[in-house]
C-alpha cells in the first residue's frame, strides 16, 4: 500500500488501543501493538497486528521492543503513546508509591519511547508522535490530582517536542479525549474509594467515586470509535493537527475552566463530591 507506515502502538491489549491497531491493520499500516499482557493480543495477529510484549515502567522492555522493530523493519514511522490510566484519590491519601507509578505510566515512559525511537526517524527525516492525552492535561477535577499531573505534563512535553522536532521533519500530535464510554472511569472510581476509606475524605470520595461509575455507565458519553478515528486521522493525515480534541464536553470542559473564575471552577467541581444525584438516572 502507498504510504504504509511502521507503527509502534502501546496500551494496544484492550479498548481504544486493541481497536485501533486493528483500524490501521485494515489500513495496510504495519502495526506493532505493544502491551504488557501479550496473551491479550493474540487475536489481533489475524488481522496482521504483530503482538509485542512491552512494559513501559521497564527500560529493558521498551529498548528490546524498539530495536526488535528496527532489526524486522529498519525504520519506525509513527509512535503512539497510548498506554495510560486514572489513578484517583486525595492527594494527602493516595499513597507516593501509586503516584509515582501513575507518572511512570502516563509520562516517563510515553518521554522514554520518544527518546528511543528519535534516532531512526531523525535519520530518516520524517516521523510522527501521536501522545494521548485528555481534557484532563487542560482543568482539574475533584479528587483528579496525580492523573491530572500526569495528562498537564503530557500536554507540556508534547509542545516542548513539537518545536525540538520540527526541523528534523518530524510531526507530534496530541490527542485530547473528553468524556469517553470506557473502564476508565470504573477503574478510577474504585482506586477513589480504596484511598478515600478510613480517611477524612471518605464520604466525600465514596460519593464522587458513585458519581464517577454512574458518569461511565451512562448512554450520554462518547462511543470510543471517536478517539480511534481521531488517531487514524493523524496518522494518515499529510500536515496532522496538533491537537485532536473530540468527544462530549470535551470542548466545553476546556471553555469552561478557561471563562470561569477560579472559585467558580472549585465550587463546581467540589459539588460533584458532594451531590450524589449529579450522573444518576442520566
Known sequence: MKNSK?????????????????????????????????????????????????????????????????????????????????????????????????????????????QLVLPAMRAQHFGRIINTSSVAGKSVFYYGGWYHVSKYAVEALSDALRMELKPFGIDVVIIEPGAIKTNWG??????????????????????????????????????????????????NARCPRTRYRIGRLSGAIVFFHWLLPTRWWDAMMRMMGFSSSVWRDR
Open 186 to 235: 470504573i477503574i478510577a472510581a474504585d482506586h477513589l474509594a480504596q484511598t478515600s476509606e478510613g480517611t477524612a475524605y471518605q464520604e466525600s470520595g465514596r460519593v464522587m467515586a458513585e458519581n464517577l461509575r454512574n458518569m461511565y455507565l451512562s448512554p450520554w458519553l462518547s462511543e470510543p470509535a471517536v478517539v480511534r478515528k481521531a488517531i487514524c486521522r493523524a496518522v
Open 6 to 114: 511502521v507503527i509502534l502502538l502501546t496500551g494496544a491489549s484492550s479498548g481504544i488501543g486493541y481497536d485501533t491497531a486493528i483500524a490501521l491493520a485494515e489500513e495496510g499500516h504495519k502495526v506493532y501493538a505493544a502491551a504488557r499482557r501479550i496473551e491479550r493480543m493474540e487475536p489481533l495477529r489475524k488481522y496482521g497486528v504483530e503482538p509485542l510484549m512491552m512494559d513501559v515502567t521497564r527500560e529493558d522492555s521498551m529498548q528490546q521492543g524498539v530495536q526488535a522493530i528496527l532489526a524486522k523493519e529498519g525504520r519506525i514511522d509513527v509512535l503512539i503513546n497510548n498506554a495510560g490510566y486514572g489513578y484517583f484519590g486525595a492527594v494527602e491519601t493516595v499513597p507516593m508509591e501509586d503516584a509515582r507509578n501513575q507518572l511512570e505510566v502516563n509520562i516517563f515512559g510515553l518521554a522514554r519511547l520518544c
